[in-house]
């Protein structure tokens, strides 16, 4: 009872904020939307971060998490996107899919075309796996071939593999996403001429890209430079990251190719145009276990920070896509701490960026691609642990659940082998749920012991720079690629661009006139 006691002062300690609070609070919103105006300029740079399977459970839990981390009930911290001054919701689904894959979700927003489950920059015309379909295909480019094509320096920066569905989405055209190597390639592809993924980049014009995915780089005989025991993957014999540094240098670009932290950490910027890192065989660490890794490799924030200075270095501008590809990762295997603290490391990067950039001058978008099927669940109190047991009420049976948990995956098997063992639940009462590797509960089993799915409920883009503003209401995914082609001048929004070379949108014009006829009649 004496517990019950002091955990109930506790809670209304930190929940007690009177009337007083919220409309304090409320005014200070209120003022500081009523003062706002649309920024009009033309965007000089543009950078699109996504969180891959950062859905709003995702970002809602993990700003909890983030206020925990710090001592804080958590409720009321806020992650460094939610003070965009534009959001808006994304319809997610693929063209023949109600719930979307990473690389028709990929395609749609960075072109602004949807298109089928598993293509990579061709519209639905394309047949799913069928290379000779190609031929007839019609093919869709991403904001970062406009911007290369307007003279702007681009990158991709990513903590899964840099051949994946969402970095190739930005570079490639493929039938199929899985297509990362020649040795991913069908009969049928390598017949009909199919390029794979990776051979594709390296004959892009992008000037930064890190990430993961050696073995799509290297021979399959060719022993990795970080796990002996593993090899290289390609069966055509090529050494992919030469090619690019040849094909670089050829041009007269000053290009490096990196692997580990200490040669990340060596890099001159100054006098690097051009960079290539791939720090692990397949996707990099985990952010918690990144000070683990054998070679050591940079963090998201760090990678972002050094693509945007040698990018920065255009007069032209830049656009460079950054994706937390590690939240996606998490959410399948069920484990929420990796989600959780993957969009973390996500928002550190942004951060890192929005030190960098001028939003004057540059359009900085946060969105996710799909989401995934965690539920936060229970009516946990105020405070209460977001990776722990809800505390009040328990179960039906008896038994304590934890907040989060997932509608399918992995965490089935334990809960199946409970039941059959002890026909209930499995009883939580001393579980570490907030241990880093705690597989959440789900409910449903999958075909042959499938990992969790993606969901597919809308996602949040959140935007600050030019032409924010155009991202508002409950928009179709590929509405994204439109805003971000539209407020730099690419493709084929540039009615609206012959001040193109001023920071000053032309709505402002008028404005200025006055002022300077103002100025004039006093002196």
């Known amino acids: 009872m004496r517990l019950y006691i002091i955990l109930l002062l506790l809670i209304t300690r930190v929940t007690a904020q009177p009337a007083e609070h919220w409309k304090s609070l409320g005014q200070d919103v209120l003022r500081e939307a009523l003062n706002r105006r649309p920024n009009e300029n033309r965007a000089k740079n543009v950078v699109i971060f996504l969180g891959d399977g950062m859905d709003i459970i995702t970002t809602t839990a993990s700003r909890i998490y983030k206020g925990q981390l710090k001592g804080n009930t958590g409720e009321e911290e806020i992650l460094v996107w939610e003070t965009f001054p534009h959001v808006a919701l994304m319809k997610t689904y693929n063209t023949d899919y109600q719930v979307a894959d990473s690389a028709g979700t990929a395609t749609a927003f960075l072109t602004g075309s949807k298109t089928k489950f598993e293509i990579v920059g061709f519209d639905e015309t394309i047949e799913t796996g069928n290379c000779l379909s190609e031929r007839t295909a019609t093919k869709v480019y991403s904001i970062i071939d406009?911007?290369?094509?307007?003279?702007?320096?681009?990158?991709?920066?990513?903590?899964?593999?840099?051949?994946?569905?969402?970095?190739?989405?930005?570079?490639?055209?493929?039938?199929?996403?899985?297509?990362?190597?020649?040795?991913?390639?069908?009969?049928?592809?390598?017949?009909?001429?199919?390029?794979?993924?990776?051979?594709?980049?390296?004959?892009?014009?992008?000037?930064?890209?890190?990430?993961?995915?050696?073995?799509?780089?290297?021979?399959?005989?060719?022993?990795?430079?970080?796990?002996?025991?593993?090899?290289?993957?390609?069966?055509?014999?090529?050494?992919?990251?030469?090619?690019?540094?040849?094909?670089?240098?050829?041009?007269?670009?000053?290009?490096?190719?990196?692997?580990?932290?200490?040669?990340?950490?060596?890099?001159?910027?100054?006098?690097?145009?051009?960079?290539l890192g791939l720090f692990e065989r397949s996707h990099m660490q985990y952010e918690k276990?990144?000070?683990?890794?054998?070679?050591?490799?940079?963090s998201l924030a760090e990678m972002t920070e050094k693509a945007i200075q040698i990018l920065s270095k255009n007069e032209e501008g830049f656009v460079l896509l950054v994706e937390g590809g590690r939240i996606d990762h998490g959410h399948h295997e069920g484990v929420a701490h990796s989600a959780l603290t993957e969009t973390i490391a996500l928002e550190a990067a942004v951060e890192k960026a929005l030190e960098l950039v001028n939003t004057e001058d540059t359009l900085v978008i946060v969105t996710a691609d799909h989401?995934?099927?965690?539920?936060?669940?229970?009516?946990?109190?105020?405070?209460?642990?977001?990776?722990?047991?809800?505390?009040?009420?328990?179960g039906d049976d008896g038994l304590p659940y934890t907040t989060l948990a997932y509608m399918n995956g992995y965490g089935f098997?334990?809960?199946?082998?409970?039941?059959?063992?002890?026909?209930?639940?499995?009883?939580?009462?001393?579980?570490?749920?907030?241990?880093?590797?705690?597989?959440?509960?789900?409910?449903?089993?999958?075909?042959?012991?499938?990992?969790?799915?993606?969901?597919?409920?809308?996602?949040?883009?959140?935007?600050?720079?030019?032409?924010?503003?155009?991202?508002?209401?409950?928009?179709?995914?590929?509405?994204?690629?439109?805003?971000?082609?539209?407020?730099?001048?690419?493709?084929?929004?540039?009615?609206?661009?012959?001040?193109?070379?001023?920071?000053?949108?032309?709505?402002?014009?008028?404005?200025?006139?006055?002022?300077?006829?103002?100025?004039?009649?006093?002196?």
């Open 146 to 275: 406009d911007g290369i094509a307007e003279g702007k320096s681009t990158g991709v920066v990513t903590t899964a593999r840099v051949t994946h569905a969402t970095p190739a989405a930005a570079y490639a055209h493929s039938p199929r996403r899985y297509w990362e190597s020649d040795a991913d390639l069908t009969k049928e592809a390598k017949m009909n001429g199919c390029i794979d993924i990776a051979a594709q980049l390296v004959e892009h014009d992008l000037q930064v890209v890190m990430g993961g995915g050696r073995k799509s780089f290297f021979p399959e005989n060719i022993t990795d430079i970080e796990n002996p025991e593993k090899s290289g993957k390609r069966k055509d014999g090529r050494f992919l990251t030469q090619e690019w540094l040849d094909r670089k240098r050829d041009a007269g670009i000053r290009a490096k190719y990196i692997w580990n932290e200490e040669e990340f950490d060596a890099i001159d910027v100054e006098n690097t145009d051009a960079l």
């Open 289 to 298: 276990n990144r000070a683990k890794d054998v070679a050591g490799e940079p």
């Open 413 to 523: 098997r334990r809960v199946n082998e409970s039941f059959h063992e002890n026909g209930m639940r499995p009883n939580l009462t001393g579980v570490r749920t907030d241990d880093p590797s705690y597989i959440q509960d789900a409910l449903v089993p999958l075909y042959e012991d499938w990992e969790e799915t993606h969901g597919g409920q809308d996602v949040a883009a959140y935007a600050i720079g030019p032409m924010a503003h155009l991202l508002h209401g409950v928009q179709e995914q590929s509405y994204i690629g439109h805003v971000m082609k539209y407020a730099a001048c690419l493709g084929d929004n540039k009615d609206h661009c012959q001040n193109a070379g001023s920071i000053l949108a032309p709505a402002a014009l008028p404005i200025l006139l006055v002022s300077i006829i103002a100025l004039l009649s006093r002196s």
């Open 371 to 394: 989401a995934h099927v965690m539920s936060m669940a229970g009516y946990p109190t105020r405070g209460n642990p977001i990776l722990g047991l809800v505390d009040v009420p328990m």
